[in-house]
């Protein structure tokens, strides 16, 4: 029997310096985001389990501050979305998975906490899609924007009061790759370049020898952890698309290259969970196109293959 489907809503723009985000689990779920997900060929006939979003109030505030906004409040609300993940994973049944409907980016942070906690002992490996980096601290910001920082935090670089408040490291640097990583500051590139992050660019990706040495690491990585966990920004794809995201960025990764690319790291090991982040409903892009691409990654990473 294929294992449930834990759903959790992160409803948080905490990490930057415009709102939104905190509306989008809300708004996913007014688009019939689940209903969408049951139509998924892939996901036929698994238990899928809304288990609402994690508390969070409020889900933005303005904040100037240049090294880490919202600081206080991240730190507050990232231990209360582990807990949300860990409860909505034990109570949906054994073996479930997760899917996260975010919110911004830092969700990614809080929802491998949850896993670590629900499975305590389990490895995991991390393919982080994203147009931008994600690999910033709050010494080498150059906007104070936390949601630059979540996949640094997740390998254990960054901050100590924003490592504890994500249980971090949750993810071993060298079981983690940045896909479609194209924006990125000159700081962080250096920093992401020395580490043991594998990193596969968005025109990479879109090439048969990209794919292939996508999956030579998603193997490798695979005999040393028990699951992975997809964090995909939904910026990641080509702005071409017309998505409703945050910061859509152009020549990014086509949908039909980013499913292809999501369903070789899940054909390598089990994927514990997948969140779909950076989605910005209402200021511009295809809402309906956007939830039908969500769906359609969720299926890639969590149907049966």
Same mark, same amino acid.
């Given at each position: 029997m294929t294992a449930p489907i834990a759903i959790v809503g992160s409803p948080t723009a905490l990490g930057g310096h415009f709102d939104g985000m905190e509306r989008t689990p809300a708004e996913l779920r007014a688009l019939g985001i689940v209903d969408r997900l049951r139509a998924r060929p892939g996901l036929a006939g698994t238990t899928l389990v809304d288990t609402g979003d994690a508390p969070n109030d409020p889900g933005w505030a303005a904040d100037a501050d240049r090294k880490a906004k919202n600081r206080v409040l991240i730190c507050t609300y990232l231990p209360r979305l582990a807990g949300h993940v860990r409860d909505g994973l034990l109570a949906a049944g054994h073996d479930a998975r997760l899917l996260v409907l975010g919110g911004d980016c830092t969700s990614h942070a809080g929802a491998l906490a949850g896993l670590r906690r629900a499975r305590p002992g389990a490895r995991f490996g991390i393919a982080w899609f994203d147009a931008h980096g994600d690999f910033n601290t709050p010494d080498t910001t150059p906007s104070g924007n936390v949601w630059g920082m979540p996949f640094a935090m997740i390998v254990g670089h960054g901050a100590p009061d924003l490592l504890a408040a994500s249980d971090a490291p949750t993810v071993d640097a060298g079981d983690a790759a940045l896909l479609g990583g194209q924006v990125l500051d000159e700081t962080e590139s250096r920093i992401l370049a020395a580490s043991r992050v594998a990193h596969f660019g968005a025109g990479m990706l879109g090439t048969d020898a990209g794919m292939a040495a996508l999956e030579a690491w998603a193997g490798v990585v695979a005999r040393r952890v028990d699951a992975f966990y997809v964090a995909f920004d939904m910026d990641a794809l080509d702005a071409a698309g017309d998505w409703a995201v945050a910061m859509p960025e152009p020549n990014g990764i086509s949908l039909e290259t980013a499913v292809a690319a999501v369903r070789t790291?899940? &054909?390598?090991? *089990?994927? &514990?969970?997948?969140? &779909? $982040?950076?989605? @910005?409903? #209402?200021? #511009? #892009? %295809? *809402? /309906?196109? $956007?939830? %039908?691409?969500?769906?359609? @990654? &969720? /299926?890639?990473? @969590? #149907? %049966?293959?």
């Open positions: 790291v899940a &054909a390598a090991a *089990p994927v &514990a969970g997948f969140g &779909a $982040t950076a989605i @910005l409903i #209402g200021r #511009g #892009g %295809d *809402p /309906e196109r $956007t939830a %039908d691409a969500t769906a359609r @990654l &969720a /299926e890639a990473a @969590l #149907g %049966d293959r």
